[in-house]
């Protein structure tokens, strides 16, 4: 079973055409990238493979639930984070475990074991009775994955992840996304960061609504005769008729 | 190089129950008609810094000037001579494109039509735009308005904080060109960001990490500094050979970076088993050079 399936999907508000017949597939365990420039339509798209957002026509599939008719199915099988909003800032980290874990309807047992578990893999023992809010941004990040992650989704959406944080934490925070790919979770990340694209099995680079580019990094280098992922995404954004307007 | 900017031993902290010290001991000095990046992630100090150089917030030790003007003594002529761009939007939403620009001329007593030469090149980009309610602008677009009402008093000091934080790769790019022709025209540009790539366009750095300045150099004196040689390695499987390496007692340090791993041996001379094994010495980037620094 692909953890994505989409085909033509469409999102048209009024006369504006945010997506315009996207077709792609993401394979369980795999980083998929999915980048844009600011207007290009990706938060739009993320809201429809979320269940949030009906579309205006084509076929999508998400952990092998229809997105038109099985959205709360697709709500249980996924996490999602973004930089926004993700944790509760007035309660601890614990805490947090414990409420989203109750939310999802994980055992009392469960999400004992589970928050033990996350926080030693993290190293984070010391902090797991500090309110979040006086948490570093790098930490809060990792405790934000874990949250999403903590009810063992098929796919977890990542929105701008790791903006702001200093260089050593974004590159732990990948790894954790690494880590999750090896336990056959999906990742679907957007990301400014075109160092952050390379770290991706598969990006797709949407324009104006549609994915104008889908390949790996490296196939894609090869086919703009780029040196970076950089270049490429620059090559096809000049490409765009509409700005983020 | 005459300074227009002056940083002296300047120390700041937060008090609290976890007190944060933002600065500490923070010395600097730049050049009239540079373009000098501030470069660190969120929490590093830069916004305290800049707070304090545009006469926002009180230090709590040092001294620091602006074209030869105290910032505590000083404060008042300081503020006419500064634009600063803080790092959360803080024009008027409810006012339009011009009338924003309009009321920044105002306060700074001139108007829009005897300084329109200065901002032109920005401005007519948002022209078009100019009955729009600053709200409604999109985040580039935003960022080119404030952009000028941060310039329309022509000072000679300009102050942005973290400016494409948050800006798509385009814009952010966009940007920096507009930042070069600024400094054609003499102003001196005080910059900070987040994004380690951008430090390459400046005339010269400073990196800072939770309020200490770790290096101050130019872009290509910083990455000549990198005391080690890098390595860039990759497998068919890259976290799998990550974990490896973490595991192997000569290697000092062995992070991910794009689709290779850099890698910096405690002592040259080893070789690494790995299936499929690939590894080349590479030069360090700028990001490198902040990883090892804060390494240290």
């Known amino acids: 079973m692909k953890a994505i399936e989409v085909k033509g999907l469409t999102k048209r508000f009024g006369q504006f055409t945010a997506v315009d017949q996207i077709t792609f597939e993401v394979e369980q365990g ?13 938060t739009t798209a993320m809201r429809m493979l979320c269940g949030l957002l009906n579309p205006t026509s084509g076929y999508g599939k998400v952990a092998g639930f229809d997105i038109y008719k099985n959205t709360n199915d697709i709500k249980r099988n996924i996490g999602y984070m973004s930089q926004k909003f993700s944790l509760y800032e007035d309660l601890t980290a614990t805490e947090n475990f414990e409420l989203f ?8 047992k469960e999400i004992k074991s589970k928050t033990e578990k996350v926080f030693a893999d993290l190293g984070l023992q ?25 009810h063992s989704p098929k796919i977890v959406f990542l929105d701008e992840p790791t903006g702001g944080v200093d260089p050593m934490a974004r590159r732990t925070f990948w790894e954790m996304i690494y880590a999750a790919a090896e336990h056959g979770i999906t990742s679907f990340v957007t990301t400014h960061y075109m160092d952050e694209a390379e770290y991706c099995n598969r990006i797709s680079i949407m324009v104006d609504g549609q994915i104008r580019a889908l390949d790996t990094p490296s196939n894609l280098k090869r086919e703009f005769q780029s040196e970076s992922m950089e270049e490429v995404f620059h090559a096809l954004a000049r490409q765009a008729k509409r700005s983020g307007e | 190089m005459k300074p227009a900017i002056l940083i002296d031993k300047i120390t700041k902290t937060y008090p609290g129950k976890q007190a944060v010290m933002a600065l500490d001991n923070v010395s600097l000095q730049i050049g009239e008609g540079e373009l000098f990046g501030l470069i660190g992630p969120d929490g590093a100090g830069k916004t305290s810094l800049f707070r304090i150089l545009t006469t926002l917030l009180l230090a709590d030790s040092g001294s620091a000037m602006v074209e030869g003007l105290d910032v505590v003594k000083d404060f008042r002529k300081i503020r006419d001579q500064i634009g600063y761009m803080p790092g959360k939007f803080s024009l008027y939403p409810d006012l339009t494109v011009e009338e924003n620009l309009r009321f920044f001329a105002d306060v700074f007593n001139t108007t829009v039509e005897a300084n329109y030469e200065s901002i032109k090149d920005i401005y007519v980009q948002i022209e078009p735009f100019k009955k729009r309610r600053a709200g409604k602008l999109s985040g580039g677009m935003k960022q080119k308005l404030a952009l000028c009402c941060a310039l329309i008093h022509k000072p000679t000091v300009l102050f ?3 400016p494409t934080t948050g800006v798509d790769p385009v814009s952010r790019k966009e940007f920096w060109e507009m930042l070069r ?26 990196l800072i990490q939770s309020g200490k300045i770790l290096s101050v150099d130019t872009p290509r004196d910083v990455v000549e500094a990198f005391p080690y040689q890098l390595y860039a390695v990759r497998a068919d499987n890259n976290y799998r050979l990550l974990t490896h390496l973490k595991r192997q007692e000569n290697v000092e340090l062995a992070y991910i970076s794009g689709e290779f791993l850099h890698l910096i041996f405690k002592k040259e001379g080893f070789r690494i088993d790995f299936p499929y094994l690939e590894m080349k010495p590479i030069k360090p980037t700028i990001e490198d050079c902040f990883i090892q620094l804060m390494n240290r």
């Open chain 1, 30 to 42: 795999e980083i998929f990238g999915f980048l844009g420039a600011n207007g290009a339509g990706k």
């Open chain 2, 181 to 206: 022709k600024l400094k054609e025209q003499g102003i001196t540009i005080f910059v900070s960001t987040p994004y380690m790539d951008e430090a390459a366009l400046c005339d010269r750095i400073a």
């Open chain 1, 126 to 150: 010391a902090q797991r009775k500090l309110l979040v809010k006086s948490l570093p941004l790098g930490i809060k990040q990792k405790v934000s994955f874990a949250v999403s992650t903590f």
């Open chain 1, 101 to 108: 874990g109750g939310i999802y309807g994980l055992s009392r």
């Open chain 2, 160 to 162: 942005l904080d973290e």
